[in-house]
Nanobody, 119 residues
Framework: QVQLVESGGGLVQAGGSLRLSCAAS????????MGWFRQAPGKEREFVAT????????NYADSVKGRFTISREYAKNTVNLQMNSLKPEDTAVYYC????????????WGQGTQVTVSS
C-alpha cells in the first residue's frame, strides 16, 4: 500500500524559509513523478511543483519559480520542497502526490501539512 507522509510545515514570517518533506513507501517509485500541490482556504487546490523520480526533471508553477526548489533523495525515498522568500499568499495546506510517469492524474496523495506565512 502506497503511503505519502508530509512533514515540515509550520508558521513563518514573510521572507522566511521552510522545508517540506514527503516520505514515500509501499512500492518502487522509479517510474513515478512526484508533485507538490497546495490549497488555501476558500480556493481550489493548485499545482506547485513536480519532479520525475528517475531523471530529476522539474517543473514549477509561475507563482513559485525562483523561490521554491523541489528535489528527491533516493536513499531516503523522500521528496523535498525548499521554500524561500515566503509570502503571505503562500499560506495553504501543502500536499505531496505521486503519479506514474506519462500519466496525467495523480493516484496517491498525502494527508497534507499546514504552512502559514505571517505578514
Amino acid at each position: 500500500q502506497v503511503q505519502l507522509v508530509e512533514s515540515g510545515g509550520g508558521l513563518v514570517q514573510a521572507g522566511g524559509s521552510l522545508r517540506l518533506s514527503c516520505a514515500a513507501s509501499g512500492r518502487t517509485f522509479s517510474r513515478f513523478a512526484m508533485g507538490w500541490f497546495r490549497q488555501a482556504p476558500g480556493k481550489e487546490r493548485e499545482f506547485v511543483a513536480t519532479i520525475t523520480w528517475s531523471s530529476g526533471i522539474t517543473n514549477y508553477a509561475d507563482s513559485v519559480k525562483g523561490r521554491f526548489t523541489i528535489s528527491r533523495e533516493y536513499a531516503k525515498n523522500t521528496v523535498n520542497l525548499q521554500m524561500n522568500s515566503l509570502k503571505p499568499e503562500d499560506t495553504a495546506v501543502y500536499y505531496c502526490a505521486a503519479r506514474q510517469s506519462g500519466a496525467r492524474d495523480y493516484d496517491y496523495w498525502g494527508q497534507g501539512t499546514q504552512v502559514t506565512v505571517s505578514s
